[in-house]
């Protein structure tokens, strides 16, 4: 009854992970580290593209890009999760939950997006190396980014504006500790039969065909890389695309996961866990996986982290 109360009129209540006090303080810790470490170091790969002129390139300018979304990604979901362990509340009005599932709708959309357009940079870089100068131009890559964005706000309007029109029950509780529209969706009294159509019809629209589209381009990638002759092309080649290709393992293999099997008797921990790692894990590893194996961008992040950590001179030389 004290939950049922708490909630009011339009409010929903966020079950978050787990009930244990003793727990909050550490889980509290956990998520606030992580949130730092994902934000600090996609804002550290944004910096160093921008600042080293040997990264003006397509690839970088895409990653730049996909750091950009994955720090509003993880900021749309974890901010208000640590505010509400701290307070040791749950509540998230109507507005606010429909704020945050247009927000990571959006998001989400740009990751999808961006992943393919790398996947199609990958593609010209190694299949067609001789016109790649030409096509992927500076004025087509912006062209592609800026159209990124623009069908990504388009497509999180449908699932937004489509939850407006339902009412719900009085048991209003997520088991998620962000609003998940699917978990959302369950919680409707009205019929949410064309809230489930628009659903997966941007799913497979704004998820499945980029993903089509990156295994398509791998496709032709792996075909060319086989054909060439010498073991240390072959590995330069491989080198290229092994980051990017783990980070879309990893995204799409949680994010697809939870969605399609939310069809299915998937239990609320496992929904749970898989969101942990799509919306705060896989972002938190991307600047870790781009920058382990590559040393263009190790070397542009040591050069930002000098000119952002002070240097002491006044003490070293003995000056006031």
Known sequence: MERGNQTGAGNFILLGFTDDPDLQSLLFGLLLSMYLVTVLGNLLIILATISDSHLHTPMYFFLSN?????????????????RNIQTQSRVITFAGCISQICFFFVFACQDNLLLAVMAYDRFMAICHPLHYVVIMNPRLCQLM????WLISILGSLPDTLTILSLSFCTNREIPQFFCDLPEVLKLACSDTLINNVVLYSVAII???FPLTGILLSYSQIFSSILRISSDRGKYKAFSTCGSHLLVVSLFYGTSLGVYFSSVATLSSRMSLMASVMYTMVTP?????????????????????????????????????
């Not at 950009?68 to 990604?73: K, N, R, S, V």
């Not at 590893?285 to 263009?296: A, G, K, M």
């Open 66 to 82: 996909l750091s950009l979304a994955d720090i509003g990604f993880t900021s749309t979901t974890i901010p208000k999760a640590l």
């Open 145 to 148: 980014v800026l159209g990124s």
């Open 206 to 208: 704004l998820a499945v």
């Open 284 to 320: 938190m590893l991307n600047p870790f996986i781009y920058s382990l194996r590559n040393r263009d961008i190790k070397v542009a992040m040591g050069k930002v982290l000098r000119k952002m950590v002070p240097l002491n001179e006044s003490v070293d030389t003995g000056l006031p």
